[in-house]
């Protein structure tokens, strides 16, 4: 039972142009969510969450949008660069005693073209 | 400030087998997470401490799975005896609070590559 899905495998832009990862769930029990950034041989580092209450949150290049009737988030990242080329995840947080517990998506490799 | 460190980085044993992989997290981090990483999928929790006490360990197969976190500090996982669909990549991760997610993050090793052949 996947409850955290990212239904592309990867995603190919060019410098420069916005990239958007999606991220669909099913547990309407999750009330944080997180985005993840994977290097080849290295462990995932965090990049940036939104709760539930809101829906958007916005770092630098980064920025996170949550439609909970539609249980869909997405990563915008504008301007691309060569560099953001890696594995992203989508993690979520179910509320109460599973405080903390992560749950991720299968990931999506982002490749960034100069 | 150091990261969280794991060894070894790659494992290569034959099924039936036993193997050991150790963490040690960053300085203070009272909560301490095992994840499993198969090819192609997400990281999947294992096992979660609170100091030296489980949290969670609902998805541990504990047939053939063990952890332990002694002083509350670092912490062994190990698989006695694996199978072939073992071989994953094993991620160790800590965090400062079991306290609300925003002031949570998980703060991941560079993992465990375990083949099992």
């Known amino acids: 039972d996947q409850q955290v899905k990212q239904n592309s495998p990867s995603l190919s832009v060019q410098e420069g142009r916005i990239s958007i990862l999606n991220c669909d769930y099913t547990n309407s029990m999750f009330d944080y969510f997180l985005w993840y950034k994977k290097y080849p041989a290295e462990g995932p580092t965090f990049l940036i969450s939104?709760?539930?209450?809101?829906d958007k949150n916005e770092d630098g290049r980064f920025t996170v949008f949550l439609n909970k009737s539609a249980k869909h988030l997405s990563l915008h990242i504008v301007p691309s660069q060569p560099g953001d080329s890696a594995v992203y995840f989508c993690a979520a947080v179910e509320g109460g005693t599973s405080y903390g517990k992560l749950t991720f998506g299968q990931g999506t490799i982002l490749t960034v073209h100069p | 400030e150091a990261g969280v460190a794991q060894s070894p980085r790659y494992k290569i044993i034959e099924k039936r087998q036993s193997v050991a992989f150790w963490c040690n997290p960053i300085s203070g981090h009272a909560t301490l997470y095992w994840y499993q990483q198969i090819l192609g999928q997400g990281p999947k929790l294992l096992i979660q401490?609170?100091?030296?006490?489980?949290?969670?360990d609902s998805q541990l197969p504990k047939d053939r799975f063990s952890a332990e976190r002694l002083k509350g500090v670092d912490s062994t996982l190990k698989i006695q005896p694996a199978k072939l669909e073992d071989s994953a990549v094993y991620l160790c991760?800590?965090?400062?609070?079991?306290?609300?997610?925003?002031?949570?993050?998980?703060?991941f090793g560079p993992g465990t590559r375990l083949t099992v052949l």
């Open positions: 401490f609170q100091n030296n006490g489980v949290v969670d």
């Open positions: 939104i709760s539930s209450i809101k």
């Open positions: 991760a800590s965090s400062s609070t079991r306290g609300g997610p925003s002031t949570d993050t998980q703060y």
